[in-house]
């Protein structure tokens, strides 16, 4: 079990390529104040304050694949790299983020709304070549003789705080316009850049050379003393004024007679810079292994097997010995994936409207789209429903659904762009949901 649950850690590390922020399905449903973050122009429709406690209040949650994660897997939780590397395309990619908020709040007075927000924000991301998994699941014994260049590979991450303000404010009638300035707080920064694994052979010394080639470079609270030592204090989980950075929201939403409405708004405009406990790696010697090392990893019955995971865990070690960390004062200057939101909805009767959206996130040369048709029901004074349908990248289509009900002191909604990766998780390969709770306090 516990080597599973190894391999499970290593498959959402190693085929993460984050390209987006959170593509959230919150557009399906305009009366959850929340919605805001997809459009700051979106006005608090509950008549009443919106206050949200610690992780109650909202947890996003985003993936998208090219590669389900019991592709690893055949029979229960037996595991066969083999299976992976079929299953993967010349690299392995996905798109994921998380969002929690730790607070929201939300109330309208006259023509304004105002929201005040914090949260908890974190991206990872990364690529693998398919022939490194191949060299995991075979091990290296057939490599001796050969000169190869394996790659390239990467991985991203980011963690940090954000605190938002925002308002939105009816200009005229039929035109709202709206806002949200955030301050962000990095705590952690990982960035391998691109790099290679190289593979040598130098039969005069009868040995294998294998070297990660590339820089690194990691921000946190850390120290660096012949190993990486945690080194957190109190205020690390509060407001530090260190890592800072700046992000703006900004939309509009346009209402054409009583039934028409159209809204645009881009998301997550902003930078981090991260100055503080920053550290360059990279791997100066290569990994030797003489022929009596040589090692397989394919046939527990033939000689010189070694399992799988006990190959990584040895890789890890030797790299970890050979690696070089120097602290640097140089600052780095991180820019945010944006997004760009376009909606239309039509009120067909008091009770019901259709919709479209159109999500573009944008990461790098790796944009996604998605393009959503959905349907929203007023089914009772206190309950909403809508089913959509999306399509994502204009090649998957991804059925979903959202719900929100009205308690006289409590919201309760739920949301995802695709209902059967809640069904089946580890077979789908994608996943976007929200859910969350919202106390109701009454303002006159």
């Not at 599973?4 to 305009?30: D, G, R, W």
């Not at 806002?179 to 691109?194: D, M």
């Not at 090692?295 to 190959?311: G, V």
Request: with cysteine; aromatic share 14%.
């Amino acid at each position: 079990m516990k080597k599973n649950f190894l391999l499970l850690l290593l498959l959402c590390l190693f085929i993460t390529n984050i390209k987006a922020q959170e593509t959230s399905p919150l557009l399906f449903v305009p009366g959850v104040p929340q919605s805001s973050f997809e459009n700051p122009a979106y006005q608090n429709l509950t008549g009443k304050l919106a206050v949200g406690i610690p992780v109650l209040s909202g947890i996003y949650a985003n993936w998208n694949s090219n590669i389900t994660f019991n592709s690893l897997f055949t029979d229960g939780l037996a595991y066969s790299f083999n299976n992976l590397y079929n299953a993967l395309d010349e690299n392995g990619n996905a798109q994921s983020g998380v969002q929690v908020m730790m607070f929201f709040a939300s109330v309208k007075h006259k023509k304004n709304t105002y929201s005040l927000s914090v949260s908890e924000r974190a991206t990872s991301g990364g690529n693998i070549d398919r022939a490194l998994v191949r060299m995991v699941g075979d091990g290296i014994i057939g490599m001796y003789g050969k000169s190869e260049r394996i790659g390239p590979s990467s991985f991203r991450f980011w963690h940090y705080k954000e605190l938002g303000f925002g308002i939105a404010r009816e200009i005229t009638k039929g035109f709202d316009f709206g806002v949200r300035a955030k301050i962000l707080f990095g705590k952690y920064y990982i960035n391998t850049g691109n790099f290679h694994v190289g593979v040598e052979t130098d039969t005069d010394m009868g040995e294998l050379h294998i070297q990660p080639m590339g820089s690194y470079q990691m921000s946190g609270p850390l120290l660096y003393d012949d190993n990486f030592k945690s080194n957190i204090f109190h205020g690390d989980y509060f407001f530090q004024l260190r890592n800072l950075g700046l992000a703006l929201d900004a939309g509009a939403v346009i209402r054409k007679g009583s039934r028409s409405e159209f809204s645009f708004a881009i998301a997550d405009a902003g930078f981090i810079g991260f100055g503080r406990n920053i550290f360059n790696m990279q791997v100066d010697r290569p990994m030797r292994f003489s022929v009596d090392e040589l090692f397989q990893s394919n046939d527990p019955d033939r000689a010189k097997y070694i399992e799988p995971t006990d190959a990584l865990s040895n890789f890890g070690d030797s790299v970890a010995y050979l690696l070089t960390v120097e602290s640097t004062d140089s600052k780095i200057l991180t820019v945010l994936p944006a997004k760009l939101n376009i909606a239309a909805k039509y009120e067909l009767t008091k009770m019901l409207s259709v919709g479209a959206s159109n999500q573009i996130s944008f990461y790098r040369h790796q944009p996604v789209n998605l393009l959503s048709v959905y349907l929203h029901s007023n089914v009772t004074e206190r309950f909403g429903f809508a089913g959509a349908f999306s399509l994502y990248n204009f090649w998957e289509i991804l059925p979903g659904i959202a719900a929100h009900y009205n308690f006289n002191r409590a919201q309760f909604y739920f949301a995802s762009n695709n209902i059967l990766g809640i069904i089946q998780p580890a077979s789908s390969k994608h996943l976007n949901l929200c859910v969350g709770i919202n106390f109701l306090f009454d303002t006159q």
